[in-house]
Antibody, heavy 123, light 112 residues
Framework: QVELLQSGSELKKPGASVTVSCRTS????????INWVRQAPGKGLEWMGW????????SYAQAFRGRFVFSLDTAVTTAYLQISGLRPKDTAIYYC????????????????WGQGTLVTVSS | QSALTQPASVSGSPGQSITISCTGT?????????VSWYQQYPGKAPRLLIH???DRPSGVSYRFSGSKSGNTASLTISGLQAEDEADYYC????????????FGGGTRLTVL
């Protein structure tokens, strides 16, 4: 079955960098885009952007331009989110989510989702 | 402040029907069909319930249905069950100046 498996929780100090991985299985990796979504503690969902798994071209929501980088390793069907210059307000659960089957436009359904990776930024 | 507006909470008794609204603008909800709904249990990842305003992925119960009128989309849950108690989020493609996806703030459903 289709599965997105994310890396484990991270505890980082302010200013550090972190990489979250999203290993996929059960489908053709290059056929569906991967999206990244953030959820701060006790808050709602926030779309960070997406990466075209065919071309490797990323697209970032306005609030996530600069310190956030999406990348791929197609050989191991894995997507990555790197965050640099971490700040306490970056503390959140980060989800990867695949475009749903039949999706024709960004936002046309995300399915399935990874289990989430908690990144905690604290001195 | 979220781009799409949802009620913070709704409640209903088992067997009843409830509706959660999601209000946006003509640049998002009102402008096209790319509206989705997600269910999220505490500590779990979201799950897709509805896409393209009213389409259910396979495996999603028929008790969940979606609709749209103007700039407001709605999720209706019929025959409420205790297991429906969760948070629900709407999302939409947005064709505003920065092409993006926007989410609602989420609605906590309590089954009384």
């Amino acid at each position: 079955q289709v599965e997105l498996l994310q890396s484990g929780s991270e505890l980082k100090k302010p200013g550090a960098s972190v990489t979250v991985s999203c290993r996929t299985s059960g489908y053709t990796f290059t056929s569906y885009a991967i999206n990244w979504v953030r959820q701060a503690p006790g808050k709602g969902l926030e779309w960070m952007g997406w990466i075209n798994t065919n071309t490797g071209n990323p697209s970032y929501a306005q609030a996530f331009r600069g310190r956030f980088v999406f990348s791929l390793d197609t050989a191991v069907t894995t997507a990555y989110l790197q965050i640099s210059g971490l700040r306490p307000k970056d503390t959140a659960i980060y989800y990867c989510a695949r475009d749903a089957p039949g999706s024709v436009m960004m936002g046309d359904g995300f399915d399935p989702w990874g289990q989430g990776t908690l990144v905690t930024v604290s001195s | 402040q979220s781009a799409l507006t949802q009620p913070a909470s709704v409640s209903g008794s088992p067997g009843q029907s409830i509706t959660i609204s999601c209000t946006g603008t003509s640049s998002d909800v009102g402008g096209h069909k790319f509206v989705s709904w997600y269910q999220q249990y505490p500590g779990k990842a979201p799950r897709l319930l509805i896409h393209d305003v009213s389409d259910r992925p396979s495996g999603v119960s028929y008790r969940f249905s979606g609709s749209k009128s103007g700039n407001t989309a709605s999720l209706t849950i019929s025959g409420l069950q205790a297991e429906d108690e969760a948070d629900y989020y709407c999302s939409s493609y947005s064709s505003s100046s920065a092409l993006s996806v926007v989410f609602g703030g989420g609605t906590r459903l309590t089954v009384l």
